[in-house]
């Protein structure tokens, strides 16, 4: 029943930013914890941020600190990825998904979270 929508993705130019959107069904933002991840060509899926919604708990990847920033509009059901000063090592699909938000599944590149949107493509050119 928990649905995951990204949408936001494109083709920038390095420095340029995106605004990454994960639209969530019915009462997912009370139950679980959000969490963005990525995968680039050819390498494994990491975690970037996940926040907890109803305590507005915000945990972040050490290398994403700065550029990435991750929010919510409760009423719409949205989590937002805002990307600043993007570089093309941040190339990658991007993903939500809903669970924990501990630094476990973060640090891991996303294992125990417990359902997946289907990704949307970032791609940064120089």
């Known amino acids: 029943q928990v649905q995951l929508v990204e949408s936001g993705g494109g083709s920038v130019q390095s420095g340029g930013s995106l605004r990454l959107s994960c639209a969530t069904s019915?009462?997912?933002?009370?139950?679980?914890?959000i969490g963005w991840f990525r995968q680039a060509p050819g390498k494994e899926r990491e975690g970037v941020s996940c926040?907890?919604?109803?305590?507005?708990?915000?945990r972040y990847v050490e290398a994403m600190k700065g550029r990435f920033t991750v929010s919510s509009d409760k009423a719409q059901n949205i989590v937002y990825l805002q990307m600043n000063n993007l570089k093309p090592e941040d190339t990658a699909v991007y993903y939500c998904?809903?669970?924990?938000?501990?630094?476990?599944?973060?640090?891991?590149?996303?294992?125990?979270?417990?359902?997946w949107g289907q990704g949307t493509l970032v791609t940064v050119s120089s």
């Open positions: 998904a809903a669970g924990d938000c501990s630094y476990y599944p973060l640090l891991s590149g996303g294992v125990g979270m417990d359902h």
């Open positions: 019915g009462s997912t933002l009370d139950r679980y914890g």
């Open positions: 926040i907890n919604v109803r305590d507005d708990t915000k």
